[in-house]
């Protein structure tokens, strides 16, 4: 019964956004386009706000769902990215009783027999489950994460609501990447709701960083784990957005954020297999035994790997930039595949040339104080209600693309909350000049 009042609630939501959008169409033909201009842009942060404030009430999936809209903004009206970047996966715990079932469920016994302790109130709680903190038979203390129960049946009610809604949706915006909306959700929700998939990247992440005593990741307990169930030694440390926390331990936040993004820059380009969630509230921050920062990474469920071909890309587009060969920018462009076959590819040239010149001009001191006017002249590409509507045909968002652009975003934004004035692409340049080198080796054998 509950699965049935979700999926009124969700239809009803999308529903009124689809009415709204229809009325708009037909007072077009009364009033015109020009008339219509102001109105659309009204009726577009009205229907965002309505969406954020649904996928709120909702929750789950839904957060998810506006996580991925706020990132892939570019191909949404403006408001959209402006209203749902706000979302926060962060929601209050189950109850224990829930969390109990589900350990016994999975691992065949309760957790007062599987643990010599096991603290019944939640340490963090978010849409899909929550952490719990115990202590093993053996003494040591860990951070247990349970799936929520029926967490496999909400996902599938949702996610049935959302393919209906997003094709409706394409009839109003004909964009080629609204279908990869569900299909990047989809792919995310199946990594996150499989802890035994979470437990691999999780090992597979440590091994790469073995070398590097200063990221620091959880051990794994196999015996205390399923598919749902997760066991992890307990890591501790100060939540790495706490600026004045940092500062008090002794550590520089400018040393802090050098260390995160030289990480991200390691899993991205060499590794090729990156943390998809570098949120605040999956890092801590120790203080090394030498008084350096040590960076504890958390949460793997999205761990992801990045293709070659988008790699060898981004190297383009990075060769174009420094050179100023935007045939070489658009190259790379075309090798990560965001460029539709049959597309306008003199239109999408001609855009790509704007951005290109807009990037060159642009003269950042502070990145922590972009303007909402600075970063709307940037992503405005300058074309006519027809030209747009093309471009959006021309381009399409490949597959596994959302999970580098998210993590870009979010820890882009948080290295500029600790150190405004870092250059990210300065800090990252030894680590793409390394992979630059490695790819022209293994080209020339």
Not at 51 to 64: A, D, M, P, S, T
């Given at each position: 019964?509950?699965?049935?009042?979700?999926?009124?609630?969700?239809?009803?939501?999308?529903?009124?956004?689809?009415?709204?959008?229809?009325?708009?169409?037909?007072?077009?033909?009364?009033?015109?386009?020009?008339?219509?201009?102001?109105?659309?842009?009204?009726?577009?942060?009205?229907?965002?706000?309505?969406?954020?404030?649904?996928?709120?009430?909702?929750?789950?999936?839904?957060?998810?769902?506006?996580?991925?809209?706020?990132?892939?903004?570019?191909?949404?009206?403006?408001?959209?990215?402006?209203?749902?970047?706000?979302?926060?996966?962060?929601?209050?715990?189950?109850?224990?009783?829930?969390?109990?079932?589900?350990?016994?469920?999975?691992?065949?016994?309760?957790?007062?027999?599987?643990?010599?302790?096991?603290?019944?109130?939640?340490?963090?709680?978010?849409?899909?489950?929550?952490?719990?903190?115990?202590?093993?038979?053996?003494?040591?203390?860990?951070?247990?994460?349970?799936?929520?129960?029926?967490?496999?049946?909400?996902?599938?009610?949702?996610?049935?609501?959302?393919?209906?809604?997003?094709?409706?949706?394409?009839?109003?915006?004909?964009?080629?990447?609204?279908?990869?909306?569900?299909?990047?959700?989809?792919?995310?929700?199946?990594?996150?709701?499989?802890?035994?998939?979470?437990?691999?990247?999780?090992?597979?992440?440590?091994?790469?960083?073995?070398?590097?005593?200063?990221?620091?990741?959880?051990?794994?307990?196999?015996?205390?784990?399923?598919?749902?169930?997760?066991?992890?030694?307990?890591?501790?440390?100060?939540?790495?957005?706490?600026?004045?926390?940092?500062?008090?331990?002794?550590?520089?936040?400018?040393?802090?954020?050098?260390?995160?993004?030289?990480?991200?820059?390691?899993?991205?380009?060499?590794?090729?297999?990156?943390?998809?969630?570098?949120?605040?509230?999956?890092?801590?921050?120790?203080?090394?035994?030498?008084?350096?920062?040590?960076?504890?990474?958390?949460?793997?469920g999205a761990a992801s790997e990045v293709s070659?071909?988008?790699?060898?890309?981004?190297?383009?587009?990075?060769?174009?930039?420094?050179?100023?060969?935007?045939?070489?920018?658009?190259?790379?462009?075309?090798?990560?595949?965001?460029?539709?076959?049959?597309?306008?590819?003199?239109?999408?040239?001609?855009?790509?040339?704007?951005?290109?010149?807009?990037?060159?001009?642009?003269?950042?001191?502070?990145?922590?104080?972009?303007?909402?006017?600075?970063a709307h002249d940037l992503a405005d590409p300058?074309?006519?209600?027809?030209?747009?509507?093309?471009?959006?045909?021309?381009?399409?968002?490949?597959?596994?693309?959302?999970?580098?652009?998210?993590?870009?975003?979010?820890?882009?934004?948080?290295?500029?909350?600790?150190?405004?004035?870092?250059?990210?692409?300065?800090?990252?340049?030894?680590?793409?000049?390394?992979?630059?080198?490695?790819?022209?080796?293994?080209?020339?054998?």
């Amino acid at each position: 019964m509950w699965a049935f009042f979700r999926l009124v609630r969700a239809s009803w939501l999308f529903g009124r956004i689809l009415a709204s959008y229809l009325l708009q169409l037909t007072l077009v033909r009364l009033l015109g386009r020009e008339r219509m201009a102001a109105r659309w842009r009204r009726i577009h942060r009205k229907n965002a706000r309505r969406l954020y404030h649904g996928f709120v009430r909702l929750r789950g999936v839904y957060i998810k769902l506006g996580q991925i809209l706020s990132i892939m903004g570019t191909f949404l009206p403006p408001a959209y990215g402006e209203e749902l970047e706000g979302l926060q996966d962060e929601v209050p715990p189950r109850r224990y009783s829930a969390i109990r079932r589900t350990i016994a469920e999975s691992l065949g016994k309760p957790p007062e027999e599987l643990f010599e302790s096991f603290e019944t109130r939640a340490l963090a709680a978010a849409s899909l489950g929550q952490v719990h903190r115990a202590t093993t038979a053996e003494g040591e203390v860990v951070a247990v994460k349970v799936l929520y129960p029926n967490v496999a049946t909400i996902i599938q009610v949702d996610l049935r609501v959302l393919g209906w809604a997003l094709r409706v949706y394409r009839w109003f915006v004909p964009v080629r990447q609204i279908e990869r909306v569900h299909e990047q959700l989809t792919d995310m929700l199946s990594r996150e709701t499989d802890l035994v998939h979470e437990a691999r990247c999780l090992e597979r992440m440590a091994k790469n960083f073995e070398d590097d005593p200063d990221i620091l990741f959880p051990e794994v307990h196999h015996e205390l784990s399923s598919d749902r169930v997760l066991t992890m030694s307990f890591m501790d440390g100060v939540k790495i957005s706490k600026h004045e926390q940092l500062e008090e331990m002794g550590l520089d936040p400018n040393a802090v954020a050098t260390k995160l993004v030289q990480a991200f820059y390691k899993q991205l380009f060499l590794d090729r297999f990156f943390h998809a969630d570098p949120h605040p509230g999956n890092f801590f921050v120790k203080a090394g035994d030498a008084g350096q920062p040590q960076i504890v990474v958390l949460d793997f469920g999205a761990a992801s790997e990045v293709s070659q071909s988008m790699v060898d890309g981004m190297f383009d587009i990075l060769a174009g930039m420094m050179t100023r060969n935007d045939d070489k920018v658009l190259e790379g462009i075309e090798r990560m595949g965001f460029v539709a076959e049959d597309g306008d590819r003199a239109l999408l040239e001609r855009t790509t040339r704007l951005y290109f010149e807009k990037l060159l001009n642009l003269d950042i001191q502070d990145f922590s104080k972009i303007s909402p006017q600075v970063a709307h002249d940037l992503a405005d590409p300058g074309l006519k209600r027809d030209e747009l509507r093309e471009l959006m045909k021309s381009v399409e968002y490949p597959h596994g693309w959302f999970f580098v652009e998210r993590a870009v975003v979010i820890l882009f934004g948080l290295s500029a909350q600790l150190a405004p004035k870092l250059n990210t692409v300065q800090v990252g340049f030894p680590y793409v000049a390394a992979a630059m080198a490695s790819r022209r080796t293994e080209a020339s054998a």
